[in-house]
């Protein structure tokens, strides 16, 4: 492992995706590498499942969102699926620093939490913030002194003069131990609670 002290300062590489009718903003941690990308957009690991678990949910197909016969997905498809359902994306760190050459949220440093009260001005639809792992649980929980909710379950988060559900969802990595279908059943019940889908 490298010494702290020199490791560099990393800033978000991804502008805020905020579609102006988005009803809930999920957030990440940090995104990987750019080595592990496959695409310029949030969730961009193929060894993440966040666009299998919502092509299962969306469309009953866990491929949904792959690009046949490449180990890329398709932005484009996944963007137009965000914003006609409402879903905003970042993340919950704006700097970090990586204490490891991987990955995992284990070894990220948070130098600057995102500063949500931003985005959120641009979201008067919004009315939930779902956090997609623990760190960026973590990082709400610290940055804004609410409650933890249980990995499935909300709380309740002030975040300027606005108060949001708070959801909790279990980790998309596949280094998180629960089966793709097993953590669509959190994502979906979250999903129809906020409006975003109808039940399927």
């Not at 999920?26 to 496959?38: C, H, I, M, V």
């Amino acid at each position: 492992m490298t010494n702290a002290a020199e490791i560099a300062t990393e800033s978000h590489p991804l502008d805020p995706f905020l579609p102006a009718e988005a009803k809930i903003l999920l957030l990440g941690s940090f995104p990987p590498q750019r080595k592990r990308w496959s695409m310029e957009f949030f969730y961009p690991n193929w060894q993440n499942d966040m666009w299998r678990l919502m092509g299962l949910i969306g469309f009953g197909d866990k491929h949904h969102f792959e690009i046949a016969g490449t180990k890329r997905f398709d932005k484009d498809r996944i963007a137009t699926f965000c914003i006609c359902q409402g879903i905003a994306l970042y993340d919950a760190a704006y700097q970090i620093r990586r204490l490891n050459d991987n990955a995992s949220d284990k070894f990220l440093e948070v130098v600057t939490p995102t500063e949500l009260s931003a985005l959120l001005n641009q979201l008067p639809a919004c009315r939930a913030i779902v956090t997609t792992g623990q760190k960026a649980t973590d990082i709400i929980v610290a940055t804004y002194d609410c409650p933890e909710p249980p990995v499935g379950g909300q709380s309740e988060v002030y975040i300027g003069s606005r108060s949001f559900h708070f959801w909790r969802m279990p980790s998309t990595s596949r280094a998180y131990p629960l089966a793709l279908e097993k953590k669509a059943i959190h994502y979906r019940q979250m999903l129809i609670a906020e409006g975003v889908l109808p039940l399927l």
